[in-house]
């Protein structure tokens, strides 16, 4: 099926805990989809902004990160805010959920917060350095994946905030990371070739989480790739979106 209703494009998808599809959108909304009929069953106002990335919460709750440089936690039952989340300087391209107390959130303005999501506080910053947080990712062992505009991914330690390695290879942004089952950590990155969204070079690195080396490489042309941004599902340059199958 195709779920049509934003106006604009559609940045970032999240699964509820109940089976309803969320989707966040440049223009500054959040839609809740049954994704039995396809039906748009709530629309979230809010953001000031563009909504650049989504994430279901244990509880049922959803965060959004936003280019109002916000954060907002959302009850999906109703529709209203819980809380909002004010501390980066800049946009909030990413957000991951380290357990059900504690939220990390990634931006343009180069650093990493994580969040108290009872309290509202932030317990937390660290400086990513070497540029823009595009990407963030929980690892099995607790850890935080972090990748960067510069083609950089970071491992911190969520306890004390400091940084335990750095992996190299992606001669551009990295714009998805994943866990695998066995804990490996796969990165995604894509060249633009032009603003309709076609890739002209796309690389899919495979990394071991406790060896830090790559062991495997993916490519595929820009025919295959077209279009996606995300490890998981599709980037798609219109106002509405469609589910592909995972890549």
Do not use: P
């Given at each position: 099926?195709?779920?049509?209703?934003?106006?604009?494009?559609?940045?970032?998808?999240?699964?509820?805990?109940?089976?309803?599809?969320?989707?966040?959108?440049?223009?500054?909304?959040?839609?809740?989809?049954?994704?039995?009929?396809?039906?748009?069953?709530?629309?979230?106002?809010?953001?000031?902004?563009?909504?650049?990335?989504?994430?279901?919460?244990?509880?049922?709750?959803?965060?959004?990160?936003?280019?109002?440089?916000?954060?907002?936690?959302?009850?999906?039952?109703?529709?209203?805010?819980?809380?909002?989340?004010?501390?980066?300087?800049?946009?909030?391209?990413?957000?991951?959920?380290?357990?059900?107390?504690?939220?990390?959130?990634?931006?343009?303005?180069?650093?990493?917060?994580?969040?108290?999501?009872?309290?509202?506080?932030?317990?937390?910053t660290m400086n990513g350095q070497s540029g823009i947080i595009e990407t963030l990712v929980i690892l099995n062992n607790g850890d935080l994946a972090s990748g960067f505009q510069d083609g950089n991914i970071k491992i911190w330690n969520t306890n004390d905030?400091?940084?335990?390695?750095?992996?190299?290879?992606?001669?551009?942004?990295?714009?998805?990371?994943?866990?695998?089952?066995?804990?490996?950590?796969?990165?995604?990155?894509?060249?633009?070739?032009?603003?309709?969204?076609?890739?002209?070079?796309?690389?899919?690195?495979?990394?071991?989480?406790?060896?830090?080396?790559?062991?495997?490489?993916?490519?595929?042309?820009?025919?295959?790739?077209?279009?996606?941004?995300?490890?998981?599902?599709?980037?798609?340059?219109?106002?509405?979106?469609?589910?592909?199958?995972?890549?």
């Amino acid at each position: 099926m195709t779920l049509s209703g934003h106006s604009d494009m559609v940045f970032s998808i999240a699964v509820l805990k109940n089976g309803d599809l969320a989707s966040g959108s440049k223009d500054y909304t959040i839609k809740i989809w049954n994704t039995q009929n396809g039906s748009a069953k709530m629309t979230l106002t809010g953001h000031s902004h563009d909504i650049r990335t989504i994430l279901a919460l244990n509880n049922g709750d959803l965060a959004s990160g936003s280019s109002d440089k916000t954060i907002k936690i959302w009850n999906t039952k109703s529709g209203s805010v819980k809380m909002t989340l004010t501390g980066h300087l800049d946009r909030v391209f990413s957000l991951a959920l380290l357990n059900s107390t504690f939220l990390a959130s990634g931006s343009f303005d180069t650093t990493i917060k994580i969040w108290n999501l009872e309290s509202g506080f932030e317990i937390m910053t660290m400086n990513g350095q070497s540029g823009i947080i595009e990407t963030l990712v929980i690892l099995n062992n607790g850890d935080l994946a972090s990748g960067f505009q510069d083609g950089n991914i970071k491992i911190w330690n969520t306890n004390d905030g400091s940084l335990k390695m750095t992996l190299s290879g992606h001669l551009n942004a990295v714009r998805s990371l994943a866990v695998l089952n066995n804990g490996d950590l796969a990165r995604g990155k894509i060249n633009y070739g032009c603003s309709g969204i076609s890739s002209s070079h796309s690389t899919v690195k495979l990394f071991s989480d406790s060896k830090n080396n790559l062991h495997d490489l993916i490519q595929a042309n820009s025919d295959e790739l077209e279009g996606r941004e995300s490890i998981a599902f599709a980037y798609i340059n219109v106002c509405g979106f469609k589910v592909f199958a995972q890549f």
